[in-house]
């Protein structure tokens, strides 16, 4: 965490927007951008940054002679709509931006939340780089590491990648959502048995391939008080490295939610996903706890993982051209 010291020597991030009918209508901007932004640099947003009594005018015009500067703002129809209505609170706030708009250290950046405001932007802005968030809040995604990320200085470049990523992540995880809602696993773990069942009542065995598998056909045939495969029985213990017992029963369990994923290809995929699966699943659990483990958590392990997120996105494919 930044001392205050540290704070008061960085940047001012100036949060320009319009309220619209509503004034909960907007608060979605406190989650998204001030708090975010807040983590590293002074905030001025007008619903926490003017008290009752203050000249508006006066708050406005002290941070905007603050630098190094960077003005946000927030390009909706009602931004628009607000910001040619002379009079508005905006139209004053934008001529006050457009009397520093070419100084040093100012910067002011366009964020499109309605890509057809783009043809419509007020003078000032009007000819500035901005950047279309439009599909990512229609997707109702987080922004706020992005916003961060454009105070910090991100290139356009790098931001574009990265955007382009945070979609195709959305859309891989509505994939996953999609299909397991008619494969909605849960997996249980019974501490003292170390029995494995999947709801309702079903033992976890191990699929035929793996059987047929010289990797792990040789060990499934094991019968220990916490390893008997045959029988339903998989060890787990929290370590730091897990056993290859531990990846057997990660592959058996990946295997479980995607039953129809036997050719060569998958199955190399789901021993990838078994051992992500082993270490940070199967592998953070005491051998005397039990578990419970549900397809969110499944989804969301693979996701955030840059080798499970393949091995998903893969096995999604596969189920996709075996269901054509």
Known sequence: MQTMTNVENSLTAFISYAWGDHFEKKEWIRQHIVESLELKYRVFWDRDSIDFGESIDA???RTLNQRPLMVFCICDTD???SAQNVGSGLHRELQLLAEIATEKDVKIIPLIFDSTCIHNLP????????LLLEELYRRGLYLGDIILSLADGITQAEMTIWLKQKIARNELYKQAENYFQNHQLTIWGNAHTHEVVIEPRTLLLAPQWMWDSKKWGYMLSD???????SKGRWHWDYGFTPSYGMRAFGTAVASAFFPQCTSHADQCKLQIAGAILAKKVFSMVYNTEPFIFEYKEFIQILINDKDGYNALESLLHSVSLLNE
């Open 123 to 130: 003078t000032l802005l009007a000819g500035r780089t901005y």
């Open 79 to 81: 931004y628009i709509s």
């Open 223 to 229: 019968d220990n008080p916490t390893f008997c495969p």
């Open 59 to 61: 708050c406005i015009l």
